[in-house]
T-cell receptor
Framework: GAVVSQHPSWVICKSGTSVKIECRSL??????MFWYRQFPKQSLMLMATSNEGSKATYEQGVEKDKFLINHASLTLSTLTVTSAHPEDSSFYIC?????????FGPGTRLTVL | AQKITQTQPGMFVQEKEAVTLDCTYD???????LFWYKQPSSGEMIFLIYQGSYDQQNATEGRYSLNFQKARKSANLVISASQLGDSAMYFC??????????????FGKGTRLHILP
């Protein structure tokens, strides 16, 4: 079946630094990818829709300048958390949707010290 | 208003029993899709089952079946013959639209299922 990968699977960084998370569709092309954030014991919250070749669409309350999304090719979307702070520590998951399913990456656990 | 409602924050079920996880949804779009995902402690999201709003029959996938009651706007997940490995968080989710690749999916708050030996 279709597979979505994420890299890195976990990252620890200092407050104020930027962190880039990659999401790749391995055996299919994804013109659209989605980025979710999940805090402990909570549900997945959609952050933004990443569109290949155009600007991402952010959900209400998500800072565009803080969470930079680049969908440079049909198989790669990146999420950059800029000037990370401890409150940005979370589990970030990307996904892509080949119609009747939505395939998720394994997630990236970000811890900001 | 919540679009996906899962009223059971946690459930305890004896091994080998069947279990029903509740999910109700709210949409005015005639075309939509409903999903169930399992999230074990590792964090990965495992796709279980999908039901399209125009599908004539209730979806089934092995031990998983979806009790789709369109008029009631409910899409309960039924797991038959539960196993210890079924212990996990379960999320109901909905996609509004015709299944275009840019249709976003919204998740419920989840139900944590514990299977007891």
């Amino acid at each position: 079946g279709a597979v979505v990968s994420q890299h890195p699977s976990w990252v620890i960084c200092k407050s104020g630094t930027s962190v880039k998370i990659e999401c790749r569709s391995l055996d299919f092309q994804a013109t659209t990818m989605f980025w979710y954030r999940q805090f402990p014991k909570q549900s997945l919250m959609l952050m933004a829709t990443s569109n290949e070749g155009s600007k991402a669409t952010y959900e209400q309350g998500v800072e565009k300048d803080k969470f930079l999304i680049n969908h440079a090719s049909l198989t790669l979307s990146t999420l950059t958390v800029t000037s990370a702070h401890p409150e940005d520590s979370s589990f970030y998951i990307c996904s892509a949707l080949p119609v009747r399913q939505q395939f998720f990456g394994p997630g990236t656990r970000l811890t900001v010290l | 208003a919540q679009k996906i409602t899962q009223t059971q924050p946690g459930m305890f079920v004896q091994e080998k029993e069947a279990v029903t996880l509740d999910c109700t949804y709210d949409t005015s779009d005639p075309s939509y899709g409903l999903f169930w995902y399992k999230q074990p402690s590792s964090g990965e999201m495992i796709f279980l089952i999908y039901q399209g709003s125009y599908d004539q029959q209730n979806a089934t996938e092995g031990r998983y079946s979806l009790n789709f009651q369109k008029a009631r706007k409910s899409a309960n997940l039924v797991i038959s013959a539960s196993q210890l490995g079924d212990s996990a968080m379960y999320f109901c989710a909905m996609r509004e639209g015709n299944g275009n690749r840019d249709d976003k999916i919204i998740f419920g708050k989840g139900t944590r299922l514990h299977i007891l030996p």
